[in-house]
């Protein structure tokens, strides 16, 4: 099996591409691929660069030029339930894109003609990742992942993204990346450790556990690496 691994930033991969040797580095549109083994399966890595649009495309890339049969997304998130605390674990169990908006034709906040609004996340991977948490002793939180091309750092639009979602946790990727899995087939799950709460002080916060919760991510990821 190949299976894809990819984050937004050099922070969230990092801890991965430490943990591999004979690693094979390839450049497609403006980016790098990393191609390593572990545990008799090929492993694609990729740090995409922030936004939908550039997670979209190094998914796409993924599949289509490696071959990934499954991807994991590892990497931070801001939290909007209040239960989740700077370096909390999160599942998806669904994403949407927040910040699609043609409710001038009618439509709900995050849908988008012939295309949908919410994309689930596999169930059975969402179970691998549960159960790996049991076994290492991890609080694990499954919930909704709303995505937008935005910081949230502003109570506003952080209740807004809570009200319009019911939304968990918030980021840049996860939901763009959760519709070209399902476009092309392709078992995927969204792993998040949280940096900060989406609020005034969300700048800030990321910037001080940014490298410690993609550490959390990533170390969770390989976990599950083991579990499947
Ligand atoms: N400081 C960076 C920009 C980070 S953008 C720079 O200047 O280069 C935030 C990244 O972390 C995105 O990849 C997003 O997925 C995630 N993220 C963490 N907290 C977030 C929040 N509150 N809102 C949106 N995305 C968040």
């Given at each position: 099996m190949t299976l894809a691994i990819m984050g937004a930033m050099e922070e969230e991969?990092?801890?991965?591409?430490?943990?591999?040797?004979?690693?094979?580095?390839?450049?497609?549109?403006?980016?790098?691929?990393?191609?390593?083994?572990?545990?008799?399966?090929n492993i694609v890595i990729a740090y995409s660069k922030i936004g939908k649009v550039n997670a979209a495309l190094t998914a796409t890339l993924m599949i289509e030029k490696f071959g990934a049969e499954k991807l994991i997304f590892t990497g931070v998130a801001g939290a909007l339930n209040p239960k989740l605390k700077v370096g909390d674990m999160v599942v998806a169990t669904k994403l949407i894109q927040h910040d699609v908006d043609i409710t001038a034709f009618g439509h709900p906040?995050?849908?988008?003609?012939?295309?949908?609004?919410?994309?689930?996340?596999?169930?059975?991977?969402?179970?691998?990742?549960?159960?790996?948490?049991?076994a290492i002793g991890v609080d694990l939180l499954d919930g909704i992942i709303a995505t937008g091309d935005q910081f949230i750092a502003d109570s506003k639009k952080k209740d807004f993204i809570v009200d319009t979602y019911k939304a968990d946790a918030t980021e840049m990727e996860?939901?763009?990346?959760?519709?070209?899995?399902?476009?092309?087939?392709?078992?995927?799950?969204?792993?998040?450790?949280?940096?900060?709460?989406a609020d005034m002080d969300a700048g800030f916060d990321f910037e001080e556990f940014l490298k410690s919760s993609a550490k959390t991510s990533a170390d969770f990821c390989l976990k599950m690496l083991d579990n499947l």
């Open positions: 991969v990092e801890p991965l591409l430490e943990r591999f040797e004979n690693v094979k580095v390839t450049e497609i549109a403006d980016n790098k691929y990393y191609e390593t083994t572990y545990n008799g399966n906040w995050g849908f988008i003609p012939e295309s949908g609004d919410f994309v689930e996340c596999d169930a059975a991977l969402v179970s691998k990742a549960k159960e790996s948490a049991k996860g939901a763009s990346v959760a519709y070209v899995c399902k476009c092309m087939n392709v078992p995927f799950v969204v792993l998040r450790s949280i940096s900060d709460a």
